[in-house]
């Protein structure tokens, strides 16, 4: 059984959604499958909370408030199993790989950063 991981990430203040999502998508997520190797997960989904470009960049919310949504980004990352996930976690958080994204854009919040394992996945289609 897949062992599967929600994760919420949060943005440098000082980086606007745009300039963080393009810089996450860009550079950030090779840096991190580079310094993950072969422990990198089975699949590694990222989405990220529409923001306007206004000051202070309001989620584009359906229900809720503003400070619900205090995160800028989600992902849904999958592995074989729990053995695999500590061994992608003990590659990707040894200060080494740290400093690999010190300094660049798309870098998230570490301090803010949330994980929850997931159970079941279900899916409802229109048909």
């Known amino acids: 059984m897949p062992y599967r991981a929600l994760v ?22 090779n840096i991190i499958k580079n310094n993950a190797g072969d422990t990198f997960p089975t699949s590694h989904t990222r989405m990220y909370v529409k ?10 919310i359906i229900v809720g408030e ?23 976690m003990a590659k990707i958080e040894v200060p080494e790989a740290r400093k690999t994204m010190e300094g660049k854009l798309g870098v998230p919040i ?17 048909d």
């Open 110 to 126: 570490h301090s803010k950063g949330r994980a929850v394992l997931l159970s079941g996945t279900y899916t409802t289609t229109k």
């Open 66 to 88: 503003q400070e619900d949504f205090p995160f800028d980004g989600i992902s849904i990352i999958e592995f074989e199993d729990e053995a695999a996930a500590k061994r992608f």
């Open 8 to 29: 919420v990430f949060t943005r440098k203040p000082d980086e606007s959604p745009a300039v963080f999502e393009k810089h996450f998508e860009q550079d950030i997520i």
């Open 51 to 60: 923001r306007s470009e206004e000051p202070g960049y309001p989620a584009d």
